[in-house]
């Protein structure tokens, strides 16, 4: 209790506040670091001004000495350098073009630019970037779908089952031509619906037909024998095997792979039926977007090999 | 006036803070409104159609914002997961904007068209349905039906605030220069409730046509974001000028 007021009386100034009749208030000057700091700061802000956009005037602002430079490319083609005041939109061109994961990225783009499918898949180096690139590809646009593995999802409602891709078993073609142009346009899978062709015991027939193209365990032969002629409806896109029809994106039915409806996944044969009549009764109505519009011709070829290796193609 | 009446004075204390304060808030926010690069010229923005705007309003009940952003920013990362930035111009129709700050989900700005309409209904009943990880909740009562009825209520409430929904002959003809005749009469307040049943049957977006539910408001509202604007028609340059 050295520094009383009593005996620093008359050496430092106080503010002349007195509180309760004695306490009073010292009017020190303040910390010397302090105060440089703060000239500090109004330097740098003068600074600040000079050099980045700040003071607003008119329908304007002051837009600064600093730029940035970074290169366009119009609808032609042609490329042409643009230099620009500092600001986020300048330097997130900048950072497209020139940021070190961009230009690596830019690299092994160009590697692949002009080397066909069956080149890319071939050597494990541009494999690799293209299986990299297309995963990552993938889990931005397809696997809120189909699954972050592509295993897809297969429900008991047709209406919430999304193909599979890891399985070699593929709707509408394993081709990468094919592939691109899936998921440059987008699909429109469309079964109509048969029930008012098909109703009663006649539906279940053709569901107990349908069934026994892929032997399910169970299956009233008799009645299969039964639906056999009403599966000449089928026919025109299921083909008069079953086997199906790629260029339609007719599924095959002969084998055991189920794409939009979980008939696997029925307790007994009467479910599975049931679940093949809802189908035909209702038709199926499955819509893909297209992404042409949201990646890059370049981004979809790498997505195409990606999902093609998925399948094991 | 002394120092000394500001601080044994709380009334003036508390009006003087305020105004310290706001002086601050003025400089930032008021040239804005003059500046004339803040809102950017481009093509294809217009404001929601009467269904569309019913999907927002659900969107804002059901405190989607909390979880998901709708402002997709100029950085790189946010440009190769969702797409192009975005724009002021794209929210110049929205009261209030829903940028948001937190991202528990995906940013939203550009989710229009990423899905089918079946994903997104199948998504919002039951989302862990499709998608094993998520932590989003469930939301099974937007199959309930829509109450449009009040829907000229609200774009009226919205013309008060400068969104140019039609009410008079001249607004209409100005809107059908401005974007087109079908848009023009969606925007056109006596037709309304017209509107939102039209364009509810105009898709399928929650998988069932008998009935008007939430559902189909929501659906076509989120379709929508993002969407606007056709990128491919500017170079990456153009939008740089306005900041």
Known sequence: ?313 | MKHESIEINSALLIVLTLVVISIGGLVEIVPLFHIKGTVEKVEGVHPYTPLEQMGRDIYVAEGCYLCHSQMIRPFRDEMLRYGHYSLAAESQYDHPFQWGSKRTGPDLARVGGKYSNEWMTQHLIHPQSLVPESIMPSYPWLMQPLNYGDIADRMKALRDVGVPYSETQAEYDANVKKFGKTLADQFHIPNAIKSVKEEAASQNWDGNPKEITKMDALVSYLQVLGTMVDFSKYNQGYFSKFR
């Open chain 1, 1 to 313: 209790m050295s520094q009383t007021p009593e005996n620093k009386k008359g050496q430092v100034e106080t503010t002349g506040h007195v509180w309760d009749g004695d306490l009073r208030e010292y009017n020190n000057p303040l910390p010397r670091w302090w105060l440089w700091a703060f000239y500090g700061t109004i330097i740098f802000a003068v600074v600040y001004w000079i050099l980045y956009p700040s003071w607003p005037y008119a329908d304007t602002y002051t837009k600064g000495l600093e730029t940035v430079s970074f290169t366009v490319q119009d609808k032609d083609g042609k490329t042409s350098t643009v230099t620009e005041h500092w600001n986020s939109r300048a330097l997130f061109n900048k950072d497209m073009e020139s940021s070190p994961s961009a230009l690596a990225q830019k690299e092994w783009l160009a590697k692949v630019k002009d080397m066909s499918f069956a080149q890319i898949a071939a050597n494990p180096d541009t494999l690799n970037f293209a299986t990299s690139m297309g995963h990552a590809l993938f889990g931005d646009s397809c696997a809120a779908c189909h699954g972050s593995g592509g295993q897809g999802v297969l429900s008991q409602n047709p209406d919430g089952s999304y193909p599979n891709l890891t399985d070699n078993n593929w709707i509408h073609g394993d081709s990468y031509e094919k592939i691109v142009s899936d998921i440059t346009n987008g699909i429109h899978g469309s079964m109509p619906a048969f029930g008012a062709l098909y109703k009663g015991d006649k539906l279940t027939d053709l569901a107990e037909y349908v069934l026994s193209l892929s032997h399910q365990p169970g299956v009233n032969e008799e009645a299969a024998n039964r639906g056999k002629s009403s599966f000449a409806t089928c026919a025109g896109c299921h083909g008069a095997n079953g086997m199906g029809n790629q260029m339609i994106g007719a599924p095959n039915l002969t084998d055991a792979v189920w794409d939009f409806v979980d008939v696997p996944g029925a307790k007994n044969i009467d479910a599975k039926v049931k679940l093949v009549e809802g189908v035909i009764d209702h038709g199926l109505q499955h819509q893909m977007p297209k992404f042409g519009e949201r990646l890059s011709p370049e981004q979809i070829r790498l997505l195409a090999v990606y999902v093609r290796q998925l399948g094991g193609s």
